[in-house]
Nanobody, 116 residues
């Protein structure tokens, strides 16, 4: 079982920034071939925000392009989502996930609230 531990959510005003991090409890890159973030707002389906491969190839949802940046540190087994120019519509629970050769897992979720 590979656990994911998230941190960094919170309350921020529109236009502000937050940094989410997610650390995996594994020493094997085979368990972290792809990592990323989904989010789920109240009453809405979970949607992919950004992901990144083991070779650091990143992709983003159109709604966050130019505002969010995903990165990973394989030595630290960590993926980071840097969010800038946050908007009220970014309010959601953000979930870290991973995919590996033997399956995947989810983090527990962290709340991001963008409000004045």
């Amino acid at each position: 079982q590979v656990d994911l531990v998230e941190s960094g959510g919170g309350l921020v005003q529109p236009g502000g920034s937050l940094r989410l991090s997610c650390t995996a409890s594994t020493n094997s890159m085979a368990h972290m071939l792809e990592m990323g973030w989904y989010r789920q707002a109240p009453g809405k389906q979970r949607e992919l925000v950004a992901n990144i491969t083991s070779l650091s190839r990143a992709s983003y949802a159109d709604s966050v392009k130019g505002r969010f940046t995903i990165s990973r540190d394989n030595a630290k087994k960590m993926v980071v989502l840097q969010m800038h120019n946050l908007k009220p519509e970014d309010t959601a629970v953000y979930y870290c996930y991973r995919k590996g050769t033997l399956g995947g897992s989810w983090g527990q979720g962290t709340q991001v609230t963008v409000s004045s």
